[in-house]
C-alpha cells in the first residue's frame, strides 16, 4: 500500500475510533468519494467537464456524497458517513473533517456570474453534522462549527460558532481542546445540539468563573506584594 495513502487512512483513524484496521477505511463512503473527487478534479482542471460530470454523479449515486469537480480540497480530508454537498469554488485545507448533511454552499450572484461563490476551509477546520457555511466567506483555522449551525461571515481562527445565524461561543481553546475533538463539541462530554444553548451558557459561566480568580489572585499577590515592599521600607527607615 503507497506511503500517501497509509498516511491518510491513519490520520482517519486517529479521528474515528470506530475502525480496527486501515483496510476497514478502505470502505468508508467518503473515502471513495474523496478518490473519485480525485480524478473528477483532474478532468475538470483539463477542461473535460461532461466527464468530470459523469464522475461526480456516478460518485454521488454510490455514496451520497456531492463534491462539484471544480473545488479543491487539501490533505488528509475526512467525510465521516456521507450526505455531504460542496460546492464548485470550494477551497478545503489539510486535515478538515465534515460530518454526515453538512454543506459548503454558495451565494447566488446578482450579475449572474459565476466566480468565488463557496467558503475556504483553513487547516483543521471540523464542521458538524448540518452544518451549513454559506458564500465566499473564510473559516479561520481550527476554527469549530457546531451542530446545525449556519454560518455567513467570515470565522476567525480556533473560533467555536454555533446558532442560526452562527455566533462564535466564549469556549476557551485548553490544551487538551487544541487537538481533534469529535463533532467539534469541546465543551463537554454530554455536549447535545438539543441543549446546546444552556451548555453554551455554563461554559461561558465557567470561564467568567476561571477568569474571575486568576484576577483576584493577582490582586492579591499584587497586595502581598506592596505590603512587602512597604515593610521593607518602614525597617530602612527605622
Sequence with gaps: MPQRLVNYLDSIVAR????RSRWEVLLYPGVLALGLHKVAHWLFEAEMFFLARFVNSTSRFLTAIDIHPGAKIGRNFFIDHGFVVIG???????????????TLG?????????????????DDVIVSLGAAILGPIIVGEGARIGANAVVTKDVPEGATMVGIPAK???VEVTPETQH???????CSECFDPA??????????VEMLRTRLTALLEERDAAAAKQGLT?????????
Excluded at 474515528?16 to 475502525?19: A, G, L, Q, T, V
Excluded at 512597604?230 to 527605622?238: N, T
Design 16 to 19: 474515528d475510533p470506530s475502525p
Design 88 to 102: 464548485e469554488t470550494a477551497q478545503i485545507g489539510d486535515n478538515v473533517t465534515m460530518y454526515q448533511g453538512s
Design 106 to 122: 454558495g451565494t447566488n450572484p446578482t450579475n449572474g456570474v459565476g466566480g468565488k461563490r463557496h467558503p475556504t476551509l483553513g
Design 168 to 170: 462564535s461561543t466564549l
Design 180 to 186: 481533534f475533538v469529535p463533532y467539534g463539541t469541546p
Design 195 to 204: 441543549t446546546q444553548k444552556l451548555e453554551i451558557l455554563q461554559c461561558e
Design 230 to 238: 512597604r515593610k521593607r521600607r518602614e525597617k530602612k527607615s527605622a
